[in-house]
């Protein structure tokens, strides 16, 4: 199932919850990776890269799903999956503005979940770095074969988000 536009499912606190899910397409430099929440806890929806969206709460949460979870909530095969990545870091920036929140984000010692923090009318673009065939935590480094980004999606807080300047 696909959808544009973010459908509310949250975590407990109210977060919005996006679930990353690396793709294959035979690109060794940038990664494809789709998102989606969750319909049901057996159903997920597509939401767009350009469409995440904080829904006015202070953050949102992106989890790299594991391919049990995709299989099962969405219509991907595990051929259609690459599992050979695993989230790393996450850089963000205000598109409109200032940016009073942090750039980077961390996800290391086998964590597969980056919790972003958005403000008040804001979009921020953000960078996704996953590891390729190993894995790094702080005690072990040096285990990495490749980095790889993703395409720029953005996270948008509230239905007034996209706030460019006006001339």
Not at 63 to 73: E, K, P
Not at 135 to 141: E, F, G, I, R, T
Request: glycine share 6%.
């Amino acid at each position: 199932m696909t959808s544009s536009a973010a459908v509310s499912a949250q975590s407990p606190d109210d977060v919005p919850v996006y679930y990353l899910v690396p793709v294959r397409t035979g690109n060794d430099v940038t990664l494809a990776v789709w998102y989606y929440q969750a319909l049901t806890p057996s159903q997920w929806t597509r939401v767009a890269a350009k469409e995440l969206n904080s829904n006015n709460q202070s953050q949102v949460i992106l989890q790299q799903a594991s391919a049990g979870q995709i299989i099962d909530c969405t219509n991907l095969r595990a051929e259609d999956l690459d599992l050979t990545v695993q989230l790393y870091v996450a850089v963000a920036r205000n598109l409109y503005g200032d940016d009073p929140h942090p750039n980077s984000y961390t996800a290391v010692d086998g964590a597969v979940t980056i919790d972003v923090s958005t403000g008040a009318d804001m979009t921020r673009a953000l960078i996704l770095v996953f590891t390729k065939n190993g894995s790094l935590s702080s005690a072990q480094v040096g285990n990495i074969d490749q980095l790889m980004s993703t395409t720029e999606p953005e996270i948008k807080n509230g239905v007034g988000a996209d706030q460019r300047p006006r001339a």
